[in-house]
């Protein structure tokens, strides 16, 4: 008798969007009988998600620690008597970690474009979540496949956080946004374009290196007290789920999945031209799209929404639609599927 397929996930990566995408996508996979272990850091907010699927092992994985060479061993081993379908390797880091296993597809999934492929050498496919990623390697000099399978959001039932909680008028325009505070997430063109909306209010789920200059500029901007500084949290739906419109303004964005959470709640949203938006969401009809860095069309966007409410339901049902039709979890899931037992569809053409 033939055994389930077996999934081998390498991820070493930290908090974030990436990350919740990962845990997703295993209980995803597993809700389809597919049996999997885990290599991961330790110390993770989602290691009890993944440990409730299958397998542990954390190790930091660092090329200072000695304990690197243990976890070449225990892959090594795990591989050899576990014999899973598919050893799946989240961003380059955990790429190093593959071997030249016979006998197992070996993939790459990245949400990012690489600047390199040096440590890709063991791989037998690279996958992106934009179409983009996929020529990037190319062009980089990958000849074996590049594939793209983007990601999903879950159908989402959120219990919308109470805007008393967060001293919050409840008849306020509330813009959400969130990410890292770090430069490529463009918080900053959050605050200035809410400085043009008069009455408007601003939730920035996160936290992050940039989490002062963004206090300050809010001060500097003189809309401090129509701004809230959420902190991380493991679950943003709640919060998004409280507001009147959701914005992504960044400036690199490679494919953004707390946009595609609003579109899951039937939050209206706006977002700049970046990588990922750009490829799948479409301007003025699932929402609408600013160009990078102009903080004057962002607010111009999000005044739209609050002054056509009925327009902004219209692009919110767009957008669930859109999900469901470009991006759902079971075509995704598929694709995935497709991959594991070596076949390689053509997935790079958008819809």
């Not at 992504?248 to 946009?259: C, D, I, K, T, Y």
Request: charged share 20%.
């Amino acid at each position: 008798m033939t055994h389930p397929t077996r999934v081998l996930h390498i991820h070493f990566g930290k908090e974030g969007g990436a990350e919740r995408f990962f845990v997703k996508l295993a209980q995803a996979l597993g809700r389809r009988g597919v049996e999997q272990r885990f290599i991961i850091r330790p110390a993770r907010s989602w290691d009890g998600q993944v440990s409730a699927l299958g397998p542990v092992i954390r190790n930091n994985f660092s090329a200072m620690s000695p304990l690197s060479l243990l976890a070449h061993v225990q892959a090594n081993r795990w591989v050899r008597q576990w014999q899973p379908n598919a050893v799946m390797a989240w961003m380059p880091r955990a790429a190093r970690l593959v071997h030249p296993w016979p006998d197992v597809v070996k993939l790459a999934r990245m949400g990012d474009f690489p600047g390199n492929l040096k440590h890709f050498g063991n791989c037998d496919l690279l996958v992106g979540n934009v179409p983009g990623i996929a020529q990037t390697c190319r062009d980089l000099g990958w000849t074996k496949p590049a594939l793209t399978i983007a990601n999903f959001t879950p159908a989402i039932t959120p219990t919308p956080v109470s805007r008393a909680s967060l001293t919050t008028p409840e008849d306020a325009f509330l813009i959400v946004a969130g990410g890292r505070f770090q430069p490529r997430k463009a918080l900053d063109m959050a605050v200035r374009a809410l400085a043009r909306l008069p009455g408007a209010w601003l939730w920035l789920v996160g936290d992050g290196s940039m989490r002062t200059e963004l206090e300050q500029l809010a001060v500097k901007l003189n809309v401090a007290d129509r701004v809230r500084f959420v902190g991380w949290v493991n679950d943003p739906s709640n919060y998004i789920a409280a507001g009147n419109a959701f914005l992504m303004p960044s400036r690199h964005e490679p494919l953004g999945n707390l946009l595609l959470e609003a579109w899951s709640l039937g939050v209206p949203s706006v977002s700049t031209r970046s990588d990922g938006p750009n490829w799948y969401m479409r301007d003025g009809v699932d929402g609408l799209m600013a160009d990078i860095d102009d903080e004057v069309q962002i607010a111009s966007a999000l005044a739209f929404l609050r002054d056509n409410p009925e327009q902004a339901k219209t692009f919110a049902r767009n957008a669930a639609q859109r999900l469901e039709d470009f991006l759902s979890e079971d075509s995704i899931c598929n694709d995935y599927m497709r991959v594991f037992r070596g076949e390689l569809p053509g997935l790079d053409a958008a819809s």
